[in-house]
């Protein structure tokens, strides 16, 4: 553990450089392990489509989305290890009390990242899925390629498991005094508008129902995100 205080510029990017050194290899071996269950994790990815038949019309592009898919899911499984080399890093530099929301804090990351994975994969991609595939079937038959399917996929459940950290990250703040529940609940208007603005970049389709899939729950943890600040944050405004 490094003493913050004593640290100069050099030897603060010299801890930095290992704690990159060291989540690159976690990541390393983690892409290792991906490549081991590829097989697995592509039948987890496809399944959604149901007898969707997949194509791929260049040479190496099965190569590519082998790649890019095993590396997506070493970043996923890294990212608790992640953080906490982070956290470990920026340590020093916090008060007790902020070192200690932070330790709390962790488990819950881990836990709604996977819950807004799991939100993604079950409620939203089924619908989503049937839309894109159905939409003009009357006029042309689908032929999806492999790495169009799975660059959607991984994107959408990437960025649903990344929103769903809204109520950790406005938990903490509100722990720590950065924010309080009378600015959250004073942005409520904006937030709904947002969540619309944010679903539509995320949903890979135009339809509005899809997109309510997403904005409705971006709403509700939002609100959430207010009650959790009111609730936590007394402790806060009473120092």
């Avoid at 989540?23 to 490549?35: M, N, Y």
């Avoid at 530099?93 to 902020?98: D, L, W, Y």
């Avoid at 509100?174 to 529940?181: F, P």
């Avoid at 129902?209 to 009111?230: D, G, Q, R």
């Amino acid at each position: 553990m490094h003493d913050e205080k004593n640290l100069t510029l050099l030897e603060h990017l010299n801890e930095l450089r290992k704690v990159l050194v060291r989540c690159s290899i976690a990541i390393v071996l983690l892409l290792i392990l991906s490549f081991v269950f590829s097989n697995q994790i592509f039948q987890i990815l496809v399944k959604p489509a149901g007898n969707a038949d997949f194509i791929y019309i260049e040479l190496t592009e099965m190569v590519g989305v082998y790649m890019k898919v095993c590396l997506i899911a070493a970043i996923i499984l890294a990212i608790p290890y992640i953080i906490c080399e982070v956290v470990i890093y920026v340590a020093p530099a916090m008060t007790p009390k902020e070192k200690r929301y932070v330790y709390i804090v962790l488990p819950w990351v881990a836990l709604m990242f996977v819950g807004g994975v799991v939100f993604g994969y079950f409620v939203l991609i089924p619908p989503a899925l049937r839309f894109l595939l159905n939409f003009g079937s009357d006029i042309a038959t689908a032929q999806i390629r492999i790495g169009n399917y799975l660059s959607v996929i991984t994107r959408l459940l990437l960025a649903i498991g990344l929103v769903f950290e809204l109520p950790v990250l406005t938990t903490f703040l509100a722990r720590i005094g950065v924010v309080n529940y009378k600015w959250l609940a004073s942005k409520r208007k904006i937030a709904f508008i947002l969540s619309f603005v944010l679903a539509a970049l995320i949903t890979p389709t135009v339809d509005p129902i899809n997109m309510a899939l997403v904005a409705i729950p971006l709403s509700i943890l939002y609100e959430m995100s207010i009650w959790l600040a009111k609730f936590l944050g007394k402790k806060v405004s009473t120092q």
